[in-house]
């Protein structure tokens, strides 16, 4: 018993010089670190946005992803929702922290080098910024109302005329996760292709701009369960408008898809010759719907490409994951409604590569959405199949009333 008790006590002085030594060695590692970032003529955080916010707008977009003034109201923005940088660091400052690491995912040592402090003052005013963007997701991302009006694009005299209205796209896009969980938990988050994301599904306008945002479902999940989800959570669609799906969704009244068994894909109809692209009245409806749903994918493929840090998320836990999604969908709406900035870097023709979900050959794999406050007996499934052809019908009709097939 003697021996034993010796031992333990043994063990736990190791343990004890263990854990010294330990903080010995971190203490002088950050003392190194604080000494290399310190270094004697390097540039203040405050001095490097100084210049930058003064020099050309190229230079800013850089590395923030928009021009000065664009930064400057959004400080302003942030600061009226309680954003407050204490000490030495400026506001503008603690925002193009915040934008580099969801433009470049740039590391918080990169941050701690390229703004003079310490790592965990960097991570402090991250957290700062990102509770004021989340509070800006109210006023940005926004669903419309009863009385939104008809898009420029659908008006009267338009090839799109018959989907006036249409209020815009909803789809699902993978981004990559890295879950707080153990190995055999991840399952749930990998996708059908064998990667672990998450799958986030999005309404967007046809100006590119978020009105929903549903970020944080396992990479497994279905697109339409995604969409019931949502449907719980309060998205509402106004009686008489609609959004447009691809094929993964159920078709109804609010939630319009395309003809299946017939050619959706925009490529399809580009390998036909101009005089003889349509079979059909349905191939044409599904050219028309395919053209205008683009728009979803394309404001993915832009959202990715401005933000680099959705590419990889492993340094941060994953609900802090599900914020930087929200607050890059908000800085998106941001520069959006302040459209000075250049967008030259990302092209018009930008999309998304998951769109095969939509590919309408083969039978149905969507579930059943149920939608909120429908006040006809009929069900959902025949007032979307009463919609669909009466919009098939009016394309088809206005095609062959001039000539045309």
């Given at each position: 018993m003697p021996r034993n008790l010796d031992e333990n006590r043994r063990r736990k002085r190791q343990r004890k010089y263990l854990a010294a030594f330990w903080w010995y060695t971190a203490a002088v590692k950050c003392a190194i670190?604080?000494?290399?970032?310190?270094?004697?003529?390097?540039?203040?955080?405050?001095?490097?946005i100084t210049t930058h916010l003064r020099s050309k707008p190229s230079v800013c977009r850089n590395h923030y992803r928009m021009n000065p003034s664009n930064i400057r109201i959004l400080c302003d923005e942030l600061k009226a929702r309680g954003l407050e940088c204490k000490g030495d660091v400026m506001i503008e400052e603690c925002v193009a922290m915040f934008l580099q690491m969801i433009g470049h995912g740039d590391t918080m040592r990169n941050l701690a080098e390229d703004f003079q402090h310490s790592e965990e003052t960097i991570w402090r005013y991250i957290h700062l910024v990102m509770s004021a963007v989340k509070r800006?997701?109210?006023?940005?991302?926004?669903l419309p109302g009863p009385d939104a009006p008809v898009h420029p694009k659908l008006r009267e005299g338009t090839e799109y005329y018959a989907f006036k209205d249409a209020?815009?796209?909803?789809?699902?896009?993978h981004i990559p996760a890295f879950p707080d969980s153990h190995e055999e938990f991840k399952e749930r988050w990998r996708n059908r292709k064998g990667n672990v994301t998450q799958n986030v599904m999005a309404a967007v306008d046809f100006d590119g701009r978020f009105v929903a945002v549903l970020a944080g479902w396992e990479g497994s999940g279905h697109d339409s369960l995604i969409l019931r989800k949502a449907l719980e959570q309060g998205f509402t669609v106004p009686e008489g408008r609609y959004y447009l799906v691809d094929s993964g969704y159920a078709n109804t009244h609010q939630f319009l898809s395309p003809y299946r068994g017939m050619l959706y894909h925009l490529?399809?109809?580009r390998q036909r010759r101009m005089e003889n692209r349509y079979q059909n009245g349905e191939e044409l409806f599904n050219h028309r719907h395919?053209?205008?749903?683009?728009?979803?994918?394309?404001t993915f493929g832009i959202l990715k490409g401005r933000f680099r840090l959705l590419q990889d998320m492993h340094h941060y836990k994953y609900d802090f994951q599900i914020d930087i999604v929200l607050a890059c969908c908000v800085i998106h709406n941001f520069l959006i409604e302040h459209p000075n900035f250049d967008d030259d870097i990302y092209p018009e023709d930008v999309s998304s590569d998951e769109s095969d979900a939509s590919d309408t050959d083969g039978p149905s794999t969507s579930a059943r959405v149920h939608t909120r406050g429908a006040s006809s007996r009929r069900s959902d499934a025949e007032r979307g199949s009463e919609l669909r052809d009466k919009i098939k019908d009016l394309l088809w009709s206005s095609r062959?009333?001039?000539g045309e097939r």
């Open positions: 670190d604080w000494t290399y970032l310190r270094r004697e003529g390097e540039e203040s955080g405050a001095q490097r800006m997701q109210r006023d940005y991302i926004k209020l815009g796209a909803i789809d699902g896009t490529a399809s109809f395919a053209q205008l749903r683009n728009v979803v994918e394309k062959c009333g001039h």
